[in-house]
C-alpha cells in the first residue's frame, strides 16, 4: 500500500486547510486511514481516523475543528481543517491501517501564521 498526503502549505491563523490521501489501493480493503501530526520536538499524535465502513473518529483536541471524509471513487481521504491555530503547525501523514499490517506515507507540511 502506498499513500501520498497532500495539500499542506503557510496559512494564517483563522483561515482553512484541506489534505489529501491518495491510497494505491482501494479503500475498501483498508481497515481504517487516519491522520496524525507531528510538530517540531513532539511525538506523533493521531489527529483522526475514518473506518472502511465510513465511520469517524477524532482525538479530542480536534473536535469541531477537522473533518476527515472520503472519496470511494478516488481511494482518497481527505482532512478538512478549519480555524487554523498557530499550534497547529506540524507534518501531517497519513496512515492505513490494515489490521496486521500498517503503512505511512510521506507527510506534508503545514505551517499556520500568526
Known amino acids: 500500500v502506498q499513500l501520498q498526503a497532500s495539500g499542506g502549505g503557510l496559512v494564517q491563523a483563522g483561515g482553512s486547510l484541506r489534505l489529501s490521501c491518495a491510497a494505491s489501493v482501494s479503500i475498501f480493503s483498508i481497515h481504517a486511514i487516519g491522520w496524525y501530526r507531528q510538530a517540531p520536538g513532539k511525538q506523533r499524535e493521531l489527529v483522526g481516523a475514518?473506518?472502511?465502513?465510513?465511520?469517524?473518529k477524532y482525538a479530542d483536541s480536534f473536535k469541531g475543528r477537522f473533518t476527515i471524509s472520503r472519496d470511494n471513487a478516488k481511494n482518497t481521504v481527505y482532512l478538512q481543517m478549519n480555524n487554523l491555530k498557530s499550534e497547529d503547525t506540524a507534518v501531517y501523514y497519513c496512515?492505513?491501517?490494515?489490521?496486521?499490517?500498517?503503512?505511512w506515507g510521506k507527510g506534508t507540511q503545514v505551517t499556520v501564521s500568526s
Open positions: 475514518i473506518s472502511n465502513g465510513g465511520s469517524t
Open positions: 496512515n492505513a491501517d490494515r489490521v496486521i499490517e500498517a503503512y
